[in-house]
């Protein structure tokens, strides 16, 4: 989706810095990028379709020398991305950038051209420009006030003005902003990580905010004006943190990072010894967590796939039906939900538009909710009841790998907090689960060895059109994973199914060009899938085969083996995942694929 930043400094020049900051939006997807800056001449644009590198050679061209301005990320809704359509726009001495819709745009468009506006672009932020301009009294701030109450839909909005030239004014709703306090500096922008390297002091502004920054002050209006209070916040992750510390991209490096994304979503809230969890930011009772009637599971993507292997874990440990929705379908039934129910929104950004508006109709619908996410300050961890963090660290590559780790890790804690406080799991029993999970990072650990089985096979895998991921119980979700991250770095069609089904339908497809990846580590339900490898090589088909130590039967029907640790079947899923990421990361690399931004995905899906 779209990135936003801008900065106000006392002297300097701070265009060069905002290239870099728009740098690390890269991630979230988008096709052309924009600066705006507030020169010795009046307010100059440099707009460029295509990478940053692009914007960043006609800056050399085209020098823009400022200490205020705002830069821009576009990906393209309304109108194809060509320059007229990238960002900034303008009207007469006003500049606009923006994330988000405005739905109304058309409507806004007729009415500000009858009264004389042209317009230069496809775009429905275009009319915000006009919008604001015509509502301008020597008050920037004000007049964007006066504009927000007209707009319908979501947007994170950043302008200036040539008139009042030190001043940026930004506006949310329903998209994130974050603003960035320094020295004789403020910063805004659509995520933390792009005001790393400048500071670590951040407001999150809430929807219906109005904020005005100069060098030296920064105020907080609501859109009637009224002042408000936003706390600074001290932000923990460092720049490294988001650069690629040597690994050619930021997925592998991610990949990489996964055993101690695990020993980080467990550190502090596990006691082995004594059989306790506890989980900070998690706010419901004890009696409540007893009377709980049902979860519910909302989430998009990858996410979604957590909320999958959530729902088995919670069933099994706690004995609570859990149901798992699309958050985009769920907006669109009877929320069913009330004071007898947990509404659990997973989300690594914690801003998909469609997760945060089911998170809205649980909450309103009167059920206990709570957010897992991996950013601290996002919508809706500051939208639910309660919230548990990941502490994935920023995750950059566009195809989620260690988030969901955190996610997984959080859920199976979750899941014996459950189990432990309605009594389904006895004290011994917690503390065995304990020790299991403790270990984990070491099993990912010899996961990731597997590194170089993953290349080899993917060199062969890049070859073919179509792929199946299979498995069942616990790792049904991580047969859907696999073959979301294959399609989404490598664009080979993938499909994930429950082994069990292949029989009712997919086994049609197979034959000597269909590779199978079958994940047939230890499980109950190993003897079964067994049979499904074996019926899919009888058609065929050249099964790649996901095996734990000692395998003796399903590895003689393979093409090709990745031999895992054997872990408890309730932890398995955040072994096998593992090769099945870099299994796609390789398969990417080997097609010439974007790797971190495969096209036309964004990170941060903020629009329905
Ligand atoms: O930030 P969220 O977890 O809410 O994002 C949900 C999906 O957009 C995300 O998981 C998406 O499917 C990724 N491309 C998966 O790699």
Not at 146 to 154: C, D, K, P, T, Y
Not at 508 to 523: F, K, N, R
Request: aromatic share 4%.
């Amino acid at each position: 989706m779209c990135g936003i930043v801008g900065c106000t400094a006392q002297g300097g020049e701070v265009v060069a810095g905002l290239v870099e900051s728009l740098k690390r939006l890269e991630y979230r997807g988008y096709d052309s990028s924009g600066i705006a800056a507030q020169t010795v001449q009046g307010i100059g644009i440099v707009r460029r379709v295509g990478k940053i590198r692009e914007l960043e050679a006609q800056l050399q061209q085209e020098p823009l020398i400022a200490s205020t301005a705002i830069g821009h990320t576009r990906w393209a809704t309304h109108g194809r991305p060509t320059e007229a359509n990238a960002h900034p726009h303008r009207c007469g001495k006003l500049v606009v950038v923006h994330n988000g819709i405005i739905e109304n745009y058309l409507e806004l468009r007729q009415e500000l051209g009858a009264s004389g506006a042209v317009f230069q672009s496809e775009t429905d932020t275009e009319v915000v420009a006009h919008l604001v301009a015509s509502l301008w009294q020597g008050d920037l701030a004000a007049a964007v006030r006066a504009a927000v109450g007209r707009l319908e839909g979501s947007f994170a909005l950043a302008l200036m003005h040539e008139d009042t030239p030190e001043v940026i004014v930004a506006a949310r709703r329903d998209s994130p902003l974050v603003l960035g306090v320094g020295e004789g500096a403020h910063w805004l922008a659509s995520d933390v990580a792009a005001l790393l390297p400048w500071t670590r002091r951040v407001i999150y502004l809430e929807d219906g905010d109005v904020a005005e920054l100069h060098p030296t002050a920064l105020s907080v209006t609501d859109m009637a004006g009224k002042k408000q209070h936003r706390p600074v916040v001290e932000i923990s992750w460092s720049a490294e943190m988001a650069e690629k510390g040597g690994y050619a991209h930021f997925m592998l490096k991610e990949i990489h990072e996964q055993p101690t994304t695990v020993a980080n979503a467990l550190l502090g809230r596990i006691a082995e010894k004594s059989g306790t969890i506890t989980l900070d930011g998690f706010n419901i009772d004890d009696d409540t967590l007893r009377s709980l009637r049902r979860v519910s599971i909302v989430a998009c993507g990858t996410s979604w796939h957590a909320g999958q292997v959530g729902r088995f874990l919670i069933e099994q440990d706690a004995g609570l039906p859990v149901e798992v929705d699309y958050a985009s379908e769920a907006i669109y039934r009877e929320p069913m939900l009330g004071k007898d129910d947990l509404l659990i929104a997973i989300s690594q950004s914690g801003e998909t538009a469609d997760t945060r508006a089911a998170l809205r109709r649980g909450r309103e619908a009167g059920a206990h909710t709570l957010v897992i996410s991996n950013v601290a300050g996002s919508s809706m961890a500051r939208d639910a009841q309660s919230v548990l963090l990941t502490y994935a660290g920023p995750e950059i590559g566009v195809a989620s790998t260690k988030a969901f780790m955190g996610q997984l890790t959080v859920l199976s804690l979750l899941a014996l907090k459950l189990g432990a406080v309605r009594g389904k799991l006895t004290n011994g029993e917690l503390r065995r689960r304990l020790h299991e999970l403790k270990l984990l990072p070491h099993a990912i650990e010899a996961a990731l060895h597997s590194s170089d089985a993953a290349k080899d096979i993917a060199a062969e895998l890049a070859a073919a059109r179509d792929a199946l991921f299979i498995g069942r119980g616990v790792n049904y979700p991580i047969a859907l994973e696999g073959a979301l991250k294959l399609k989404e770095i490598s664009y080979i069609h993938a499909e994930g199914y429950p082994a069990g089904e292949m029989k009712h339908g997919p086994i049609a497809l197979i034959d000597a060009s269909m590779p199978v990846i079958a994940i047939a580590t230890h499980a109950a339900t190993y003897a079964v899938i067994a049979g499904n490898v074996e019926e899919a090589k009888a058609r065929g088909a050249r099964i790649i085969a996901l095996v734990s130590q000692g395998d003796d039967r399903v590895a003689k029907s393979a093409w090709r083996t990745i031999v895992l640790p054997a872990v408890p079947e309730n932890l398995s899923p955040l072994v096998n995942i593992v090769p099945l990421q870099l299994l796609a990361y390789w398969t990417a690399v080997a097609r010439n694929a974007d790797v971190d931004q495969p096209r036309n995905l964004a990170k941060t899906v903020t629009v329905q």
